[in-house]
C-alpha cells in the first residue's frame, strides 16, 4: 500500500478547514491507494534513474490495482 494526500471533495475541504482553524493546526489528509511493484527492463531502469537526477527526486515505478 502506498499512501499519497487525498483528493477531497468541497464538503470535506471545508469540514477540514473548520476543524484547521477551530484547533489552530494544519491537517494532511492521505489516503492508501493499492499497488504492486512494476516489472521494468533494464533500459526502463536507466531511463528513470537519469529523470530522478535530471529533477533532483525521486520515482517510484507501481502498478495500481
Not at 491537517?27 to 526502463?44: M, P, W
Request: hydrophobic letters at 45%.
Amino acid at each position: 500500500m502506498l499512501w499519497g494526500f487525498s483528493v477531497l471533495k468541497d464538503e470535506q475541504m471545508k469540514a477540514i478547514s473548520e476543524l484547521e482553524e477551530k484547533t489552530g493546526v494544519t491537517l494532511l489528509a492521505f489516503s492508501g491507494i493499492n499497488i504492486s511493484n512494476a516489472e521494468l527492463t533494464k533500459e526502463d531502469l536507466e531511463e528513470i534513474q537519469k529523470l530522478e537526477k535530471e529533477l533532483g527526486l525521486s520515482l517510484v515505478a507501481v502498478n495500481v490495482e
